[in-house]
């Protein structure tokens, strides 16, 4: 086994992963930061305009996330994501007012689909068998090739789910990326469904615990510290050249490279990466949430999408969101706040808020964007690729990201053996 150092440019998600399964089998590791924070896109900072601490962005795990749970479980942040016995999804038409609540059995057998009061209002147990057809997808077929857009169990479930899981329309949405979602959750019963909930946020579940672990296993950590070029010899990495210098790499050293596609691109000649991108757009109210509303609701017929309920905040999540890059803030933040007010039963004027626009949040996760996903291993011997933009079988998500750092970092390892 190599004892040289890996280098991983980019603290977000995929590299602290990387660096968190290369430390905990012995590497030596130094991260490289552009920025003065880890984390990424999903990190959690002090918002003036609301006087708290926020994420800035609204992501959910599932039980049924292994690489996310291993990771966690590592770095010892598995005890801050609140954990219920049972998976229930809170459904609300803002159109119609009606709610229900989605209750997977726990069971691979979904018995479930026969209830009426487990299933969606409107919908037939046959409605869920032909889900299954996802599963079969190929390469270039979308959702709707796959499964009937004018059913309810469409509008009422797959269309919010599917269009947070691949932040694109499902009408554009790859087939084959959503048969992976179902897949790993639904297709693996309620037990790997449970929604898990980042209470005090994601920064201090995800991130702080694994930066204290790597500091405490001897990884350096350098922000601030942007990559400006990597130059390539005799079919490997030489040298990574920083704004305040280049460091020589040795033989048994090796590189992750963690950081966004377009960023990638930039660095490593003929790499094919994604080249279309989908904001999403959450905002955030200063109220506490009523006692009984649900942690999470998903929302139809409406503006809002997601709404989250944490203790001192409400917050909202807008998925495939480029209509909203231009719009004027004040606007947007009361038109979403009606919504919220009725959806909450809440009788109150506009609280302090704020809008939070990712305008590149992920890849466009269409048959022709995932095609154009590379793998993680390149043709130089010691470079390898991490993110959620690689091919990892998964949309853009917290689980694709991580478990591209794990891969990333055990083929690093697997190169010197």
Request: aromatic share 6%; proline share 5%.
């Amino acid at each position: 086994m190599s004892n040289g150092t890996v280098h991983i440019v980019g603290a977000g998600l995929a590299g602290l992963s990387a660096a968190v399964t290369l430390v905990n089998r012995g590497r030596k590791v130094v991260i490289h930061e552009l920025a003065r924070h880890a984390g990424g896109r999903c990190r959690s900072y002090f918002e003036p305009a609301l006087g708290m601490m926020i994420d800035n962005g609204n992501h959910l795990l599932l039980s049924g996330n292994d690489s996310a749970l291993r990771y966690l479980k590592v770095v010892g942040g598995r005890g801050l994501l609140d954990d219920p016995k049972h998976a229930e999804f809170a459904f609300c038409d803002f159109a119609s007012g009606e709610r229900w609540t989605l209750r997977p059995n726990d069971g691979r057998l979904p018995w479930w689909i026969l209830s009426k009061s487990r299933r969606v209002p409107g919908t037939r147990a046959i409605d869920y068998v032909r889900l299954g057809n996802l599963l079969q997808a190929k390469d270039g077929d979308t959702v709707t090739d796959r499964i009937d857009s004018g059913s309810a169990v469409f509008a009422r479930l797959m269309q919010p789910v599917l269009l947070a899981a691949l932040n694109c329309e499902p009408s554009e949405g790859s087939a084959k990326l959503a048969g992976a979602v179902v897949r790993e959750t639904l297709g693996r019963g309620g037990k790997a469904c449970r929604p898990l909930f980042a209470a005090n946020g994601l920064g201090p579940a995800l991130v702080d615990p694994a930066l204290s672990f790597l500091g405490k296993r001897g990884a350096e950590l350098r922000f601030d510290h942007p990559l400006r070029a990597i130059e390539f010899a005799d079919g490997r990495v030489g040298a990574l050249q920083f704004g305040d210098g280049t460091i020589e790499l040795k033989g048994n050293d090796d590189v992750v490279l963690a950081v966004p596609g377009w960023v990638a691109r930039t660095l490593v000649p003929d790499i094919v990466v994604p080249t279309e991108y989908r904001a999403i757009c959450n905002v955030h109210f200063a109220i506490a949430p009523p006692a009984n509303l649900p942690k999470i609701t998903g929302i139809v017929n409406a503006t809002t999408e997601w709404l989250f309920a944490f203790d001192n905040r409400l917050s909202v999540t807008i998925s495939s969101a480029d209509r909203f890059n231009e719009a004027e803030r004040e606007p947007l933040a009361r038109q979403v706040w009606t919504e919220v007010a009725k959806i909450a039963r809440l009788d109150a004027e506009l609280p302090s808020w704020q809008i939070v626009k990712e305008r590149r949040a992920t890849f466009a996760a269409t048959p022709g964007q995932n095609a154009l996903r590379p793998k993680a291993r390149t043709r130089w011997k010691n470079l390898v690729l991490a993110g959620d933009w690689t091919d990892t079988g998964l949309p853009a998500t917290i689980e694709g990201a991580l478990r591209s750092g794990e891969g990333a970092a055990k083929l690093a390892m697997s190169a010197h053996i």
